[in-house]
Structures are given as C-alpha cells and as structure tokens.
C-alpha cells in the first residue's frame, strides 16, 4: 500500500480545485470562474487498490489584504510542513510570471519532489503549450512536468499516476469509500457558495459566506451573509429571484448528497458587516 499527502499549490483561478476534482474521479471542491474561490484546505482523496492518495486543496498564494485573506494564506503556509509531494499547478493560458516565480521559491525549497501541471491546455495550439512547458521547467528543478486539462481530463490519468508513484509506503489514512473530509453541512454550505459565486461579479463573490443554520430529515435552512445591504440586494435579487435560482442550482447536488432525499431549502440573505475583517467571526466560520 502506498498512501500520503500532497499540497496541492498556485496563483488563484489557475484550476487547483477543478484539478483535483479530476484527479479523486468526483467533486470534492466547489470551481468557480472567480479567484479565491477556496477558502479552506480540502482534503481530496484518490483511492485506488493499492494507493491512498490525499491532495490537499488549497487557497491560492495571494498577498493578504484582510484578516480572511491573511488567513487563507496562512492556511497555505501550514499545508507545506508534512506533505510527500508538492503539485504546482500552473496556468498554460497565461503569462507564467512573478506571482508563479514567487510561489516557486517557496515550494522548491521544501525539500520534496515538486511535480508541475500545467493545466488548461485544451484548445491550446501544440506550440504554445511548449513554449509554456518552458517557461514552467525554467521555475526550477522540478520533479516531473505534465501538461494536463481538468476540464477534458486530458493528462489526468498519467499526472495521477505520476503522484502515486512519488507516495511512500503507508497506512490507509481514511476509510477507502470516503472521498473529502468535509463534514455534510460544509459541503452543503459549499455548494450553495458555488451557486453564488457563478450568479455574482465584482466585489459581491468576495463577501460572499454560507452558514447552515439547520440541517434534518426535511429542512435544510441556510444563510448567505454578506457585508452590505447594497450586497444584500444583489444577492436576493428582484423579488427574490437571485436567491432563489441559486436555491434551484444548489438543490439537485444538495439532495445527491444527502441520498436524493427531497429537502425543503430555506435560503435566507443576511448582512454581517465587516466579516472578513472580524477574527472572531472568522474563527466561528472555521475560516
Ligand atoms: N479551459 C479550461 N478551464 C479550466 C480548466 N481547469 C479549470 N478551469 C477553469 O478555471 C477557473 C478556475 O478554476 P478553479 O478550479 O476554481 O481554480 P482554483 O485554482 O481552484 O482557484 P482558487 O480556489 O480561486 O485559487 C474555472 O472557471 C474553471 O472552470 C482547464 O483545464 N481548462
Ligand atoms: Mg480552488
């Protein structure tokens, strides 16, 4: 049995969840067209006969401008000091620059194998993608480089392989069925974020947060809280017509997941000024 922990690490927006979406085989991280989507590290695991593989999600580097940001990058930081394998994830569409260059001191200075994916190739023309394949092995002595697409799952398998072959040999870390280590409520809160994010823009994804107030056999009773009334107003929309589409978007993966039983979904929008500023606010929201 081989088994362990790899980082998962990036610029935001690069497709670090959607990556290991595709690597476990099924969503364990809310995607979203937004950068910092992921607020938390997700555990995703890719279990296998032989092979427990657990990648660890992560917020990407940022340079901190609230207490929620300060956090996140905080939470990066942490993932760092007990991991087999760092994967580095890098954006073949853009520019691979600083940001990717700073990043890149911080994980090949940790002393494990550093393996590069460089996502988002599809559609991309093979020249480009080798030329971008350059400009990522130039970041530094890398383990192994695989140019990959999350979306088509281009790649998936090899990279997949690739990190399992890193993995030293271990216990299993968590029971072979069990795909994330988020409790129910957190995904479900997730996912109702995920519904917000795809329906916002501007400065409304970022002050966007979801707390489940209630969670039985019949009632699901959420809040989305935001920092504003003017954000308040957006979210619920004319005549409740915003929150009540996320309602409907987050509804059939709510019930998926709690065994395609019917849920009465209470959405309710509420103002919390200041959160992501507020350290008590955010240690309450296990942020
Ligand atoms: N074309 C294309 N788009 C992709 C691919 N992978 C991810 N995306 C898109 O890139 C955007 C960001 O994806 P995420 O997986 O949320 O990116 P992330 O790195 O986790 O972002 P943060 O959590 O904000 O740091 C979404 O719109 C995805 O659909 C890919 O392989 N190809
Ligand atoms: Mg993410």
């Known amino acids: ?27 364990v991280a809310i995607v979203s067209d937004k950068p910092q989507t992921t607020r938390q590290r997700i555990f995703g695991i890719a279990n296998g006969d032989d092979y427990q593989l657990v990648l660890a999600d992560l917020p990407g580097f940022q340079r901190p401008r609230d207490a929620l940001t300060e956090r996140m990058q905080h939470t ?121 994010l795809g329906l916002t823009r501007d400065e409304v994804p970022h002050a966007i947060s979801v707390e489940i107030e209630e969670l039985d056999e019949k009632v699901l009773r959420a809040h989305l809280l935001v920092e504003t009334d003017s954000q308040k107003q957006i979210l619920v929309g004319k005549a409740g017509a915003m929150v009540k589409d996320i309602g409907t978007r987050a509804r059939p993966e709510i019930e998926a997941l709690i065994d395609r039983r019917p849920v009465f979904l209470e959405l309710m929008v509420k103002v919390r000024p200041r959160w992501r500023r507020d350290e008590a606010a955010l240690e309450r929201m296990g942020l």
């Open 1 to 27: 049995m081989r088994s362990g922990f790899v980082a998962v690490a990036g610029r935001p927006n690069v497709g670090k969840s959607t990556l290991v979406n595709a690597l476990c085989g099924g969503k």
């Open 76 to 196: 990066v930081d942490r993932a760092f000091e007990d991991v087999d394998v760092v994967l580095f994830v890098l954006s073949a569409r853009e520019r691979i620059g600083a940001g990717d260059r700073f990043i890149a001191q911080r994980v090949y200075s940790l002393g494990v194998p550093v393996v590069i994916a460089l996502n988002k190739v599809d559609r991309l023309k093979p020249g480009h993608i080798a030329q971008q394949m350059q400009a990522a092995a130039n970041l530094g002595p890398f383990h192994a480089l695989h140019p990959v697409s999350a979306k088509t799952g281009d790649g998936i398998a090899e990279l997949r392989e690739e990190l399992v072959g890193l993995l030293p040999e271990g216990p299993l870390y968590f029971p072979q069925e069990q795909r994330t280590d988020l409790t129910l409520e957190m995904q479900i809160a997730e996912l109702i974020r995920e519904k917000a």
